[in-house]
Antibody, heavy 118, light 107 residues
Framework: EVQLVESGGGLVQPGGSLRLSCAAS????????MYWVRQAPGKGLVWVSR????????TYTDSVRGRFTISRDNAKNTLYLQMNSLRAEDTAVYYC???????????WGQGALVTVSS | DIQMTQSPSSLSASVGDRVTITCRAS??????LGWYQQKPGKAPKRLIY???SLQSGVPSRFSGSGSGTEFTLTITSLQPEDFASYYC?????????FGQGTKVGIK
């Protein structure tokens, strides 16, 4: 069974940093592109970042480029999102998601809540 | 960026009703569209991919149609467990973008 389990969320002050992790199991992690998607409280879903199978190619949405870094450790079956210079508008539930073939996200984690507030 | 306009933003329906949700893309996205269901406090779950392909394990009362710029999700006979929010996702052009969501509530 495919499982994605996020961790590392919490409360952080504006300007602070946080690192999210997403532990994958039940599939060959190193064969799949992986993504982070976020959802602000009461709002819709927004794609944040993606990484290819070996980490050589990464992409970010405009609002986080230069502040967030996506990475992966295929030996540990884990995806990461390093978030620096956090802002109030980064407050959201962050989901990791797997790219299923060529057809969007087929599996999602349960989400990690990040709250940026003083 | 490709804009996905989803409608309605909310609706009220009764068990057994037929429900239709629409997504319009700002440009041709071929059939690169998926539909997701999200219940409160839970992760999204894929229902439909490639506009009309039913995800394994998803009940057949869910169906998708469309191509190009107009897409539809239909629930033929709404069940109690279907009260949730629904989102479309286009994955034809970067960045991938979601519709604003449709909340299906109980009438």
């Amino acid at each position: 069974e495919v499982q994605l389990v996020e961790s590392g969320g919490g409360l952080v002050q504006p300007g602070g940093s946080l690192r999210l992790s997403c532990a994958a199991s039940g599939f060959t992690f190193s064969s799949y592109w992986m993504y982070w998607v976020r959802q602000a409280p009461g709002k819709g879903l927004v794609w944040v970042s993606r990484i290819d199978i070996d980490g050589s190619s990464t992409t970010y949405t405009d609002s986080v480029r230069g502040r967030f870094t996506i990475s992966r450790d295929n030996a540990k079956n884990t995806l990461y999102l390093q978030m620096n210079s956090l802002r109030a508008e980064d407050t959201a539930v962050y989901y990791c998601a797997r790219l299923g073939g060529y057809d969007g996200f087929d599996h999602w984690g349960q989400g990690a809540l990040v709250t940026v507030s003083s | 960026d490709i804009q996905m306009t989803q409608s309605p933003s909310s609706l009220s329906a009764s068990v057994g009703d037929r429900v239709t949700i629409t997504c319009r893309a700002s440009q041709d996205i071929r059939n690169h569209l998926g539909w997701y269901q999200q219940k409160p406090g839970k992760a999204p779950k894929r229902l439909i991919y490639a506009a009309s392909s039913l995800q394994s394990g998803v009940p057949s009362r869910f169906s998708g149609s469309g191509s190009g710029t107009e897409f539809t999700l239909t629930i033929t006979s709404l069940q109690p467990e279907d009260f949730a929010s629904y989102y479309c996702l286009q994955y034809n052009g970067d960045p991938w973008t979601f519709g604003q969501g449709t909340k299906v509530g109980i009438k």
